[in-house]
């Protein structure tokens, strides 16, 4: 909701039409990889997942589809580590 309710969605409506829409993108997108940056390989990669999500945005024009998504990589990302295929088994 941060990034995409927020930052994206009211940069976009401050800049205007038609850049706007995909300046926020850019920025939002550019944001979130900082925000989850474990390296900087890991940054890079979230900022592509970001620019995937801000799409999505823009496409359903719905934050319930980015969430959603989100949620889904966010689920399949632990029961992977959970499974012990990238994590520890204890």
Known sequence: M?????????????????WGVWIALG????V??????????YAILAAAIGLYLGGVLIWTESLLAPAVAHGLYDFVAL???VRGNGGSRV
């Open 2 to 18: 941060l990034f995409r309710g927020l930052l994206q969605h009211g940069l976009a409506q401050w800049l205007g039409p038609p």
């Open 27 to 30: 920025v939002a997108s550019g």
């Open 79 to 81: 029961c992977y580590l």
């Open 32 to 41: 979130f990889g900082l925000a989850h940056m474990l390296s900087v390989t």
